[in-house]
């Protein structure tokens, strides 16, 4: 673990160029799926993925199947971290709200949901069924039409059954054995059997990230992610094997992910770099946890837990941990952060799993200006404005001098018209 002076070290980790290669590949992937359809699908499914299919689509007797043979206990954890999910994003829901004015003129917001919306989920050395969970339930609470999940299938061409089973749970329509950048084109496009969606969420590797990049704008993204990241601010009272290990249940997601403790305790700094040493080797994901490490994981000594908060500002983390007996002393201070966990008793894997806030969230210093997934991911605003003559007259000449002042003379005239048979 590499001690760091401070913050400025590692805060050009949100300044990731495009890979010219990468940018090329997907530019031409998508092109293909434009111009194919269903056949660059399974043509890529089949170079990819190594599996041959006859048919994309999931069907209900492949979910039935994959839900009878889960863990009856692992079957019920999905289903009780699905109720905490909801309770939570519940109160997320928003409400329109309409103006009346004396005069008889009425203003309004209304709040629809998508119509439609796709989910991507990742396949490769790890099955994720809670971003399955986090991604479709907000939308359902949204009230979103239909959700599509795209998912890579095995070499045998099935989907990992957890995967599934997390989908039925949480409530998706319609499931396709597509993954990649060729499954954003399809979402983004459609083609003979995958829906064209509203809006594409969900993470995915670097191919995945710069397809939702370059098909932004044909249909919504939810954001364009980095590694993960934890920041712990963590007392000289906290225990420093426990410190290690929350550092460490990030650090084992990507060799890419970021791992910082920020301490005002030079004796905790020196324990919890021994104590990664000691738990990284017990690891099933070692070699991953250990490149992370060393890589990107940093102790930055503080001259209090104050200063800490104000280093913690400046990475604008994905993850937060503050490790002190009074943590809601610091809440308030925190100004960037996704998720801020609290206390010597949270760790961040129970934010992944089950506590009931989301943990798709913003990385690499994007805190700053965006948001953890939510239920107004999956809706829309539309305004409305209602005027009579009545309310229309006094402000008409107004509405006319501020186009006259842009230089829009018919802006100007669609209002002064209305009146000008009043006034000859």
Known sequence: MEYAQCAEEILNRSIRMVDPAVERAVAEIIQNVQTEGDAALLAYTEKFDRASLESLAVSESEIEEAVAAMDPKYLQILREAKERIWAFHANQKRSGFVLTGTAGEVLGQRVIPMERVGL??????????????????????????????????????????VILAAAKIGGVQKIFKVGGAQAVAALAYGTQSVPRVDKIVGPGNRYVAEAKRQVFGAVAIDMIAGPSEILVIADGASNPVHVAADLLSQAEH????????????????????????????LLERRDIARRSIDDNGKIIIADSICQAVEISNALAPEHLEICTDAPFDYLGQIKHAGSVFLGRYCPEALGDYFAGPNHTLPTSGTARFSSPLSV???V??????????????PVFEKVGFFADQEGLGAHANSARIRFAEDQK
């Open 120 to 161: 991507y989920v990742p396949g490769g050395t790890a099955a994720y069924p809670s971003s399955v969970l986090m991604n479709c339930i907000p939308a359902q609470i949204a009230g979103v039409g239909e959700i599509v999940m795209v998912t890579p299938p095995g070499q045998d061409g099935k989907i990992n059954p």
């Open 254 to 281: 990507d060799v890419c992910a970021s791992a910082v403790l920020v301490t005002d305790s030079k004796e905790l700094a020196e324990q919890v770099a021994q104590e990664l040493e000691r738990q990284i080797p």
């Open 376 to 378: 107004d991911d999956f």
């Open 380 to 393: 829309k605003k539309t305004q409305f404005t209602y005027y009579t003559k009545e309310a229309l007259e």
